[in-house]
């Protein structure tokens, strides 16, 4: 069983910078492939980023560019980066997290809590 805890949610204008966190318990994390959800009110949770084991990275097309996910094995965290944030990124987080070295693009087995960030306009 792996647990997941995430952090670093909160309030911020639209323009503005948030980094999760995501710190999992376990000795594998570094052959697990991690990921990051999110959803909306009302909307289907949703793949915003994710990354291999070997740090390949895939992203939605909606925060190419603005979101960074990483991995830090040693801490057995993963981070996501988020800048020049926009009201419709609005939701809550979700730590995935998959035991399958590559699978950064299918739904995890684990996840975590969740965690809101709030953008105001």
């Known amino acids: 069983q792996v647990q997941l805890v995430e952090s670093g949610g909160g309030s911020v204008q639209a323009g503005g910078s948030l980094r999760l966190s995501c710190a999992a318990s376990g000795s594998f994390f570094s052959l697990y492939a991690m990921t990051w959800y999110r959803q909306a009110p009302g909307k289907q949770r949703e793949l915003v980023a994710g990354i291999s084991s070997d740090g390949t990275t895939n992203y939605a097309d909606s925060v190419k560019g603005r979101f960074t996910i990483s991995r830090e094995n040693a801490q057995r965290t993963v981070y996501l980066q988020m800048n020049s944030l926009k009201p419709e990124d609005t939701a809550v987080y979700y730590c995935?997290?998959?035991?399958?070295?590559?699978?950064?693009?299918?739904?995890?087995?684990?996840w975590g809590q969740g965690t809101q960030v709030t953008v105001s306009s």
């Open positions: 995935g997290a998959r035991p399958i070295p590559s699978g950064s693009r299918l739904p995890p087995t684990y």
